[in-house]
């Protein structure tokens, strides 16, 4: 519920020990990728979900951290080769960075976060030296697959110290969708200052607090995302470790993100469009927080305009199944009180979630073929940031007369042929 401008005076910023101002609390809430089997229904933990900002640096944070072994471990469901749009986009990225980052001799990157190689496998593909890192060995086992030199383990400063003794210093360092991901946000940054050649780049990507705010994606916060990045924040952040903003491009994917590029202090340019985007931020105040306690309003809102939606159309006795069982529905599903009562199953593409229970509520999720077998009257969509994809994939579901729930930037009956509204 929306907190307004309460005052936790235990809770501290991570970034810089200033105190946190929350401006919304979700309430107990199971761990958002944490997909149970049959056997384990009953037994999950559950954290308080609450979201607040810095009163001096501004970084938007969860004011609970979840311990990193239970949110990024050997069985995380997630893979990022997951869509299309993704696979595009990276091999896109890779293919960028292999023609101007890494185009001198014998270069080295290293990826924080490499998930399923869905990155690396380019830079591997054009035999270049490259390190994965990620903690989730069933992902990295997928990359490994691919050809894709990876270590299981979390980066911080003692692992960066150990790639920095075997391959020497990293050109590039590279997190797309995991910077944000881990409290301990200092320990990556004293362990890329470790691993990163002198006139190197900390390239990182996440989602952006001012997509996330404008356009309601309440569902982006859940335990995992622990920070949500502002360009002001990330800069006073580089700041305090001897990093410079040097660049920051705004990215269609997830909703609307940012990529970041950060070097040592001196060592490069800053581009113009960094001062734009400052500019920018402070005209739309995105962290004040009247901004904010008016974003926990449209949260309410939405959660009050879902349920009502699909109790009329469960009263009229519709069928409606979830499209996409992602970390960011854990957040909509408990937070709105949404069970098998109001949404009997949720389709999704990843065989690890399938014939699992989401996290809470335990609807089960099915695979994809389930969608058609029969068509429902209506679809919720989950993952509406990879809305087109799905629309173009399921033309045939509103041939049959179906149609497209989706709830950001609010509720809304999707009108085929109109550009997804959260694009
Ligand atoms: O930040 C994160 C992003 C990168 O990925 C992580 N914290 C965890 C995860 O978040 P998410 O689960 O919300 O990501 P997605 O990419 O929105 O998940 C999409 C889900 O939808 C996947 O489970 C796959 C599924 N899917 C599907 O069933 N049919 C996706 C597509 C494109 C489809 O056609
Ligand atoms: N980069 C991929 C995956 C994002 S999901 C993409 O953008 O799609 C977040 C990933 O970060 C998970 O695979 C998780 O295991 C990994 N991760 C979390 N903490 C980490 C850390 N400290 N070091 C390396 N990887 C980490």
């Known amino acids: 519920m929306a907190t307004g401008p309460t005052h936790e005076p235990d809770c501290r910023c991570r970034i810089c020990g200033s105190s946190v101002r929350e401006f919304f609390d979700f309430g ?61 986009h990276f091999e896109s990225f890779a293919h960028s960075l292999l023609h101007e980052e890494l185009s001198g001799p014998d270069p080295l990157v290293v990826e924080i976060g490499s998930n399923d190689g869905i990155m690396l496998k380019k830079v591997s593909d054009a035999g270049v030296r490259h390190v994965g890192v990620d903690p989730s060995a069933a992902a990295a086992k997928v990359a490994a697959a691919k050809g894709v030199n990876v270590r299981v383990e979390f980066f911080e400063e003692s692992s960066a110290a150990a790639i920095r003794d075997e391959y020497g210093p990293a050109d590039v360092i590279f997190s797309a969708n995991t910077f944000s991901h881990i409290a301990d946000i200092g320990s990556v940054l004293n362990g890329v200052d470790i691993l990163l050649a002198g006139d190197g780049t900390f390239v990182f990507e996440d989602r952006y607090l001012g997509d996330i705010v404008a356009k309601n994606y309440f569902d982006q916060i859940y335990d995992e995302h622990f920070y949500l990045f502002s360009v002001a924040s990330v800069r006073t952040m580089a700041a305090r470790h001897g990093f410079e903003l040097v660049d920051a491009t705004r990215l269609p994917v997830h909703g609307g993100s940012v990529r970041y590029v950060l070097a040592r202090a001196g060592s490069r340019p800053t581009h113009p ?3 734009l985007f400052l500019r920018d931020e402070d005209g739309n105040g995105i962290t004040a927080m009247e901004t904010l306690t008016r974003f926990g309003e449209n949260i309410d809102r939405i959660r009050h305009d879902l349920v009502t939606l699909l109790r009329d159309l469960r009263a009229r006795g519709k ?39 989401t996290p809470g509520v335990h609807i089960p999720v099915t695979p994809p ?19 087109e994809e799905i629309f173009e994939k399921e033309t045939e579901f509103v041939r049959n007369g179906g149609e497209w729930i989706l709830y950001v930037p609010r509720v809304h009956i999707h009108r085929p042929g109109s550009l997804p509204v959260v694009a």
């Open 28 to 88: 107990m809430q199971p761990v958002a990728n944490g997909f149970v089997s049959e056997e384990q229904l009953g037994q999950e933990s559950f954290f308080r979900l609450s979201v607040g900002v810095c009163t001096n640096c501004t970084m938007v944070q969860l004011t609970q951290e979840v311990p990193r072994s239970t949110l990024f471990h050997a069985d995380y469901p997630y893979r990022s080769s997951g869509s299309a749009i993704m696979r595009e």
């Open 319 to 357: 069928h409606v199944v979830g499209y996409g069982a992602t970390s960011k529905s854990t957040t909509v599903l408990n937070y709105c009180g949404i069970g098998t009562e109001l949404i009997p199953r949720i389709c999704d593409s990843t065989p690890e979630k399938q014939g699992t229970f």
């Open 369 to 387: 073929e389930t969608f058609h077998d029969p068509f429902p009257d209506y679809a919720l969509l989950f993952a509406w940031n990879h809305a």
């Open 273 to 275: 469009r960094v001062e």
